[in-house]
């Protein structure tokens, strides 16, 4: 499961090296004014789609392959890898594709569109989707969000906060990963940034939120796992809700506290990139629909990760997982997805200067 440890650098963030991709047959698809019935037959007559980082056992994946096989006999195969390491590939293998499509963090689909590395399909639910969540020519789509919460070890955390400011004034360990690599640790920071008044430009809010945590002791910076949380290593972890959800579950649903910070939390998301040079374009193009769709959306949902179509038809099932839509009232997408990045290349060197030599 390697989009949980996903890491964001200035090295990943950059990603060395410029796009020489020239144009080939593979590249001249156009998607653009397809219907879904045409699409539909073609992605048959391909009759399989490869994937990258979208394996089983994250957000559900499992079923929706299943789902897409059953509804289209559309065989399915993944390699799981990091964001960066999807574009990576992409960029590298060319006309040699392996992999038809991927899903990324946000910050990876807008760097895909200026790599030339991708191709436009904006399916039938383009509309529904958050102008944030998408690119305008639908290069690259929002699927789901995650958006940063607690979650709280009861056995240790007798009052599990509902508020940043409840943690300043806790007296339990906070465990955020490590900022200087961790995606997840660093959206923490931001989050903590919102809720006392800074922004992407801004993180030194957060910034002082953690140092006054790692003056105390409180502050642990080690990754957190599924097997160190049910061990009882970590009092109160920061983290992506659909991860919290689903470690809470296979531990112990009642044994854990879930929550969204009150005061204000950031949600990021994960979107599908398709590959300029796939060898199963049309399939990766119906695989990106079914995604949308409402049955794909339950599925995700199933998986703990927050559909993006608000409108969508949600189980019974899929609703159980997730937490309260009110949970979610303060919560925002980044404001500055430009502004951020930037940031991004400063943030683990001031960690390093202001947080690291304090931990104890």
Known sequence: MLKRTFLVTLATLALTGCSNASTSGDSEIDLTSISLEELVVKAKEEGEVNSLGMPDSWANWKETWE????????????????????LAKFESEKKNASGDIGDVGIAFGSLAVERDLVIGYKTSYFD??????KDTEGK????????????????????PPKSWEDIKNGD???????????NQAQFAVLAASYAFGGDEKNLQPGIDFFKKLAKEGRLVTTSPDLATIEKGEHELVLMWDFNALNYRDQ????????TIPEEKSVMSGYATIINKY???????????????SDEGQDNLAKGYAKPIRKDAKISEEAKNKLLPESMYKNVTPVKDSEAWNETLKELPQKWQEEISSLIQ
């Open 278 to 292: 796939a060898k199963n374009p049309y399939a990766a193009a119906l695989a990106r629909e079914f995604i949308l």
């Open 67 to 86: 789902d897409i096989d059953e509804k289209y006999s559309i065989k399915h195969s993944d390699t799981d890898m990091s964001s960066a390491e999807e």
């Open 172 to 182: 339990f360990k906070v465990t955020i990963g490590d900022v200087e690599k961790a």
């Open 128 to 133: 529904e989707i958050p102008d944030w969540a």
């Open 251 to 258: 531990i112990d649903r009642e044994r854990f506290d879930v």
């Open 140 to 159: 690259w789509i929002i699927g789901y969000t995650g958006t940063m919460a607690f979650m709280s070890d009861k056995k240790s955390v007798q009052n």
